[in-house]
């Protein structure tokens, strides 16, 4: 089996912000093939970055506005050797714009492969529950993870 890292982001106490964080929690429960590593990255792009270092696939799990309703779930592939998204598409990290540091990023050596699933969120604000929408999307994001692996 491939080495993958599921890494999940955002921020656990600003509501769907979290979802990220939410799904990893689920998936360290579910028993995994050893390969398959799980990692909170929180809101630090940097140790998202290193936690896909010499991986052979990375799966990064994120709220992400898309433009559709809420609990929305997306796919998109991210190619770092030719500097895009498919389709384009800019994910933030909380002011940083994740892509930009993946290629800046040489001293790691960065998965052939990163896929982002990402959760179109209802409400970002100051709690530690999901929106009952992204709650609702969540058995589906867990459940493309798994198809990802």
């Given at each position: 089996m491939k080495s993958v890292s599921v890494i999940g982001i955002g921020n656990s106490i600003m509501g769907d912000d979290?979802?990220?964080?939410?799904?990893?929690?689920?998936?360290?429960?579910?028993?995994?093939?050893?390969?398959?590593e799980i990692f909170d990255a929180g809101t630090d792009a940097f140790y998202a970055i290193e936690?896909?270092?010499?991986?052979?696939?990375?799966?990064?799990?994120?709220?992400?506005k898309g433009g559709?309703?809420?609990?929305?779930?997306?796919?998109?592939?991210?190619?770092?050797i030719h500097e895009k998204w498919e389709p384009a598409f800019g994910l933030s990290m909380h002011g940083m714009n994740?892509?930009?540091?993946?290629?800046?990023?040489?001293?790691?050596?960065?998965?052939?492969?990163?896929v982002l699933l990402g959760v179109?969120?209802?409400k970002?604000?100051?709690?530690?529950?999901?929106?009952?929408?992204?709650?609702?999307?969540?058995?589906?994001?867990?459940e493309m993870v798994i198809r990802e692996l």
């Amino acid at each position: 089996m491939k080495s993958v890292s599921v890494i999940g982001i955002g921020n656990s106490i600003m509501g769907d912000d979290g979802v990220g964080i939410h799904a990893v929690l689920k998936l360290r429960e579910m028993g995994l093939p050893a390969a398959v590593e799980i990692f909170d990255a929180g809101t630090d792009a940097f140790y998202a970055i290193e936690a896909m270092d010499g991986k052979d696939k990375a799966i990064i799990l994120d709220a992400c506005k898309g433009g559709k309703s809420s609990g929305t779930v997306y796919r998109f592939i991210c190619d770092p050797i030719h500097e895009k998204w498919e389709p384009a598409f800019g994910l933030s990290m909380h002011g940083m714009n994740f892509m930009d540091i993946m290629i800046t990023s040489e001293a790691f050596k960065l998965p052939p492969e990163i896929v982002l699933l990402g959760v179109e969120p209802e409400k970002i604000d100051w709690s530690t529950e999901l929106s009952p929408k992204v709650k609702e999307a969540l058995p589906l994001l867990i459940e493309m993870v798994i198809r990802e692996l």
